[in-house]
């Protein structure tokens, strides 16, 4: 594995390096694990490291953060840390095993070896190690022959009761399935169904379940996921109501259409958080309370849930963009919405006049800016100021509809509008 370690950055080199030496200085050892050992054999990018300490991974991580001067945290309940080396995040933890109570709460962890530590873990292919050791420096450490099963396109569990320790594995089965085109091999595929059929889903914990729904929606082609979802789980886990039908699979094709469109045409406006129009696509038939109830019980951030709300509410009053309406008009009924939204909008309604008035809007008025201010108006004495707001909004609308340019004719125009009122 040493020429695969290779391919890794400077810096991660060079923190693996140091990391090898500080564990040769203090005679434990240490592993690389988990989805870089998979990702390095698949020759796939690998953007952070997870270490397995033999040893206490916190006190480990300090040190190692102090010799190349990085940034270090703690988390103390899941005794690990992680360091921060110039944008390259590496987290260690202690090797351990876990021991599960209830399904879907986090287990008891105690600390073990590295065998111990990997058996513990979700599929073969998640379950190598990589030794940082010297004496075996880059060494690949392969105790449940998760080669093979790489080599096989096979996602096989370690033990039985995985899916009962964790059932949100289902859904990472089901993600690594599709992201790399693997098979869920026949005997995890018969347990997968029997977690299923015993409920076990229900069971996790709903923000354990959001993580993962999040994570599968910011794949590429998030609707591979979605139907493979649909057909194997459902997603009654989410609410008893939903339900994706063809129409659900043309939007999403609609929405991956709309946001090369936003990225080829609108370099310079804000990237989007393109998982949230997938969210929107599979929960914009439920009522609003139902939507409410979703974002409340998984603990969605307050942007997250704005985003969605906020495309079902406007889903209908956006139809009128479709006629041909006055420009300030279209500032008005696109303003208050979020880019995503916007572009959830263009990809929901097809019609030509409602995507003109989308892209007019992306290119020319969103970032539009009055010249004039107050102070401009309370320079030439107009009173009440009280009436400024009012004077100022509607300047500006005069400014979209009549084309002002210059800060002289948005004070004549604000001066004409003052003398109305
Ligand atoms: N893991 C596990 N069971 C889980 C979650 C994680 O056994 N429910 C283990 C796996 O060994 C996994 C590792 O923890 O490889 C790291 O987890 P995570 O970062 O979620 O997954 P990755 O395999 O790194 O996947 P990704 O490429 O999506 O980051």
Redesign the pocket.
Known sequence: MINRLKKLSPQFRKILKSSSSLANSLGINIYL????V??LLLRKSV?DL?IVVEGDAILFAKKLADALKSDFSRHHSFGTATINFNGHKIDFATARTEKYSHRGVLPKVSPATLAKD?L????TI??MAISLNKKDYGKLIDLYNGLEDLRGGLIRILHPLSFHD?P??IL?AI??EQ?FSFKIETNTFKLLKEALSQGYLELVGPHRLRDEII?ILKENNPAKYVKRIKKLVGFSFIDKTIKLDKTTFQLFKKIEQAILYYKKRFKKHPKLDTWLLSLAAILIKLSSQQLKRVFHDFGFRKRERDVVCSIKEGINKIKKLEKDIKASNVYIMLKPYSFESIIFFYAYYQSKGLRKNIEYFLQSLVNLQLKIKGRDLKAINLKPETLYGKVLRKTFHSKIDKGLVSKAQELEEAKRIFKRH
């Open positions: 694990v988990g989805g870089v998979r990702d953007l997870d990997l513990r873990r979700d599929f998640n379950a964790d949100t594995r990472r993600r690594f992201r994570i």
